[in-house]
């Protein structure tokens, strides 16, 4: 006997199964905790070590990681944060940690650096409170560190007959790169961002802190201190040594200056510990002969110092619904020798151990690139660390977190411009800059009260 | 009991999907846009909006980076739409030509509209990279240049560098358009004046031309209200730079309200750019005589 269900019937028992079993499929379907890294693969990495927690302690829930460049956080954060759905935990440089923290987003995470011993561990010249700590309470756990250095072909330096880049100065440097230019006709001699954009702000700065110069002190409330002459001296140096440089520094940022120096079209850069990682797995000659060090001293001062990413995890803390489960994560990880050691060899040597252990562990040391470069990668690993600083922490002054905002507007790499592109005079250009980070105090006045 | 719809109610319910998504994804983006640029907000604390009454505006109308970038947009959308029109009529006049195998060739030119902005941006800045960049290569291969162009690195081949790039995207469109309207012109026409003695040039300026003007002026607009709007072109390719030199109005108001974080700022420099756009909309319609036909019929 056949029988007839009509459409309505149907629609109807269709509507009320759907109903029922709701429930039971949320039940059964994956939380995900969503995480944000900077691009390379370092985040997975990691991701997996929560993940190896989540499995074991929280069934049902997934951490996935998401790439995010730095300079995109701002972006993503505030459009999430308007959303309601943060991601669980983020990696981050330090200049915007503090300004999250200080604008009252992020949860304390005291307890995961006592969990995980983090004031013990960390690399000698590091301290937890590098890495986002305002106002006495811990909102980072450190996670990595990378510093800017100088990144030199010993083969163009020997051609051109200069001494020890250890012992360089900034005229050594400018004469190094002269020599280089005219010994290999086509190459640059020196490299570095210049365009408006987080590395030309990077690379910038390192030149003002070692002349003496600050953006804002923070022993004097955060006064602006831009314009002083200090400033204005790094930027002239800047011009000149633009002239060993490829004309399109000017709109250089991150990946323009590993190709020039991967691509042996320059003889000498700034840079991170990428450029070393590339040229091991692109360009073998280049890695041979590439050696890194520390940032050429100023004459005057002697200082010298690396704009350090000085990178930690952070929490959003309204509407985030991992917090728990992400703070036990993090320490099952960070507590695993074998985890930081993956961690660190993710993208070598990028990744710079903030712990002794991770950095002292047998893995790490197996790693051919530390095999072959054991000199240069103990810098980038841990002897640059005392020369470490950013514009969340110039010249280790104290903690500022009016720095991210100044990323946001890439004022210090604007100046250069002005100079460069637009040939106005360097004392205009600073003093243009300087308004500009008077602006923001004013704007943000309410962050450093 | 049958429910039965008048057609007049009909017509509005089919009507209704579009009015509803109309109102949703237009007019409401709008009208929060408006009302954002009378408040302070900050994205970072959403909850906290003061009224600040007209102190966004002030602040973008007394910024100089502002006007500078009105004025690069200015030059950025004028010979974009220029060159588009102007190429993008020739190409379609080519394509009319009734040739073996020209229907490939009119498919094969939409390829650079078709292909997402993000792909060929990231593409030219190679092409374009004056240090290993394709383009320099071959030219100094071919020994038409003796050193490297600085193609994005100097502010005014960085501006025409940008300029290329959106000519080279969007003239498929102009093609398009142009095209479907000369395959609509009688040919009798066309005889006609060839039996009168016109020449190529006489029956294009006396015939295509004044056959071509209306549509044209859509095209112009359309072009110019997209092009001035413009935003991941530049960003992507030069990000405004180098300095501010290809910064455009779109770029302002994206950095204002993200890089910044002054959303009303931005929003005021996003009404702004939709009122300049309205009045030379307005006045170009105007001044081309658009639809006047129609009327005097």
Redesign the interface.
Known sequence: MATLISRRTALGSTLAVTALSAPSIAQTRDRVARVWGEPGPYVGVFTNGLNEWAQRNAPGLRFEAEQIPWDQVYTKLATDLAARRPPALISVESPIAYQLAAEGLLEPMDEVNRNIRAAERLVAGFTVDDFGTWKGTQYAVPLHHQGCLLVVQSDAVQEAGLSDPATWTWQDLLNGARAIQQKRPGTAGYTMALGRNLCGDYHVQQFIWAAGGLTWDPARNFETVFNSPATIEAYEFIKELYATMPRSAVEFSFLQVVDQHVAGRTGMSAYWGRTMGRAADEAQPIFRNMEYYLNPRHPGTGQSWSWTDINGWIMPRRNNAFIRESKEAIAHVMNSPEWMARYTNSLFPNVGPVFKDTASDAAVQRHPMYEAKRRSVELIFSGYVPKACNSGHELKRGINPLGGIGHGRNVWSQVAQRILVNNEAPRAAVEWGHRQFEDIRRENRRLIE | MRLRLTDRQVGVLFMLPFLVALLLFLVWPIAEAVRLSFVRYN????EVQPFVGLDNYRFVLEDPLFWESFHQALIWTGWSTFFQAVIGVGLALLLHQPLRGINAFRGLLLFPYIVPTVVIALNWRWLF????GIVNHLLLQAGIIAE?V?W????DM?MASAILLNVWKYTPFVVIVVLARLQTIPTELYDAAKVDGAGALRRFRDITLPQLAEVLAVVVVFRTIWTFNKFEEIFLL????????TYNLALYAY?QS?????MGVGAAAGVLMLLVLLVASFLYIRLTGFGREDRAA
């Open positions: 994205p970072l604390r959403p990279n004056s240090e290993i490297p600085a994005l690195s100097t502010p960085a030069t990000r405004g730079g180098p300095g501010t030199s950095d993200i890089a910044n974080l002054r």
